[in-house]
């Protein structure tokens, strides 16, 4: 299974590239996203907007991203529908450990509110905090070939560090109305980025295993992928740019409670994504924005409209 995926990995990623041999710009390196999140609200990542810096190994930042969704209120068929904001003030950042080994974080603060019938409801507080353990598992030791390969493997863990609200689920249909899971949640994480001088390609898997949390109630585990092409405009002493463009999925199994499948729960959602990030010195801001292609969340019952993103990392 491990080698059917890495081989499909590789047939997508060399089929972007063509041409004769360049030289690589060394003092770029490209840092992959991770997708680690539910549907909206709960998680800790923010709905695939991007887990690292694009400039630096090690840093420390803070992330503000919005999440926009509208779904029905209440479990009928001329319930009405609504509209839903889910804002994550988040805290981040990335530590080698080794040469090979490096330890994420991620500590977010969610607000979030929703204009229901009877008014609007609105939640705060801590969310639930990551943490990931990245491994190299291959990179290329040389830059005289045409193309630069790196390959990571790892596992995290999300901790119920989120209030769990049983009520907010009661009588709706967007069941991540939280701060947090309420569960230890464990991931299993894979990167692959190829480039060739200034242009790459970053594609990501990533699988969750969510856990029945102490009100019996349990989220449905989670399969996330992206492919995202960037390229770097190097404008000498002013900045560096880095546009982005890609595409990110998201597939969510049934939620349980008791033991018992809740039906129209699952869904699966495809994003097209566009962003840039530019950096000078020890300082860089990125902005992206996530547009739905195509969707199925909750049995046509819930649908996403936007998210976007702005962040400011400083390189340690």
Not at 56 to 69: E, M
Not at 151 to 167: M, Q, R, S
């Amino acid at each position: 299974m491990k080698k059917s995926i890495v081989i499909c990995v590789l047939l997508i990623s060399f089929s972007v590239f063509c041409g004769p041999k360049n030289d690589y710009l060394n003092a770029f390196k490209f840092k992959p996203y991770l997708i680690l999140c539910d549907a909206c609200g709960c998680s800790a990542s923010g709905g695939s907007m991007g887990f690292s810096s694009m400039f630096a190994n090690n840093f420390v930042g803070l992330r503000y991203f919005k999440q926009n969704y509208t779904s029905k209120d209440g479990i009928f068929a001329n319930s009405p529908w609504i509209d839903e904001n889910f804002n994550t003030i988040q805290a981040w950042g990335r530590i080698p450990i080794t040469r090979k080994i490096q330890i994420s974080g991620l500590i977010p603060y969610h607000f979030n509110e929703r204009a229901l019938t009877k008014g609007t409801e609105s939640i705060s507080g801590l969310g639930d905090i990551t943490i990931i353990g990245l491994y190299s598992i291959y990179e290329t030791q040389k830059d005289s070939t045409v193309f630069t390969h790196k390959l990571n493997a790892g596992a995290g863990i999300k901790i119920p560090t989120g209030k769990f609200d049983e009520a907010n689920n009661l009588g709706t249909i967007n069941q991540s109305f939280q701060l947090g899971t309420g569960s230890w949640d464990y991931q299993l994480v894979t990167e692959y980025i190829i480039k060739k001088k200034n242009l790459g390609l970053n594609t990501m898997l990533n699988y969750t295993f969510k856990t029945e949390n102490n009100k019996n109630y349990q989220y449905g585990n989670q399969f996330n992928y992206s492919s995202t092409l960037f390229y770097l405009v190097d404008l000498d002493s002013v900045a560096k740019v880095v546009p982005q463009l890609g595409i990110a999925g998201e597939v969510y199994q049934t939620n349980k409670q008791q033991g018992i499948d809740l039906p129209e729960t699952a869904g699966d959602i495809l994003f097209g994504k566009l962003g840039v990030e530019a950096g000078k010195d020890k300082f860089s801001i990125g902005i992206n924005m996530m547009l739905p292609i195509k969707q199925n969340l909750s049995g046509g019952k819930m649908e996403a409209n936007y998210r976007w993103s702005i962040n400011l990392n400083y390189t340690l």
